[in-house]
């Protein structure tokens, strides 16, 4: 969770579907390898005013939707974790780390985001798996950095249309505007 310009940004892991890519040949025998690269977090924003500002991840337009509750938009995106040697749609990188920004339509800047880091952005990798939950949650807060969104003046992103995924960014698609 980060506090930027007086809202509320609450940033957690969702479900992503991992497919299977079907049967190759190994050692003799035959695997199903499934490409566990795609994951997907979801975002929520409180006390969001939407006629002024916009949020963005890895500068493009996340596509908010109203919760029915005051103030408060939610939204997912979609992404590549990291690079595998065998998966689906090898050509699209991993989209690490995750920049998010809210973006101020009026002074066409960022004025605050936070960067969310799928593994250690140290490069640390723990060989044992967590004792407690307190050490799972020391883990997770080391990936999650309240600060760093992109500095500078620049146009707002456009906006995306997907019509099969409304309230889901997905980083995999190039970016394509509505028209």
């Keep these: ?14 479900l992503e579907a991992w497919p299977t890519l079907g049967e190759e040949p190994r050692a003799g025998s ?9 994951e997907r ?7 969001f005013q939407p006629e002024r500002y916009l949020l963005a991840c890895n500068g493009r337009r996340l596509p908010l939707q109203a919760t029915g509750r005051d103030g408060e938009w939610v939204a997912g995106v979609r992404f590549r974790a990291w690079q595998p040697w065998s998966c689906l749609h090898p050509t699209v990188g991993a989209h690490n780390p995750l920049v998010f920004d809210v973006f101020d339509t009026w002074s066409r ?9 799928v593994h250690h952005p140290g490069g640390r990798s723990d060989e044992k798996v967590p004792v407690n939950a307190n050490a799972a949650e020391s883990r997770r807060l080391a990936r999650f950095f309240s600060f760093g969104q992109t500095p500078g003046s620049r146009e707002p992103p456009p906006v995306e249309d997907n019509p099969q995924y409304r309230a889901t960014l997905d980083l995999r698609r190039k970016p394509e505007e509505r028209r």
Excluded at 30 to 38: E, G, H, K, M
């Design 41 to 47: 977090v979801q975002l929520r924003v409180g006390r």
């Design 30 to 38: 035959t695997a199903r390898y499934v490409d566990s690269s795609l």
């Design 109 to 117: 800047r960022s004025v605050g985001g936070c960067r969310y880091h």
């Design 1 to 14: 969770t980060a506090e930027v310009a007086g809202m509320e940004l609450d940033i957690r892991g969702a």
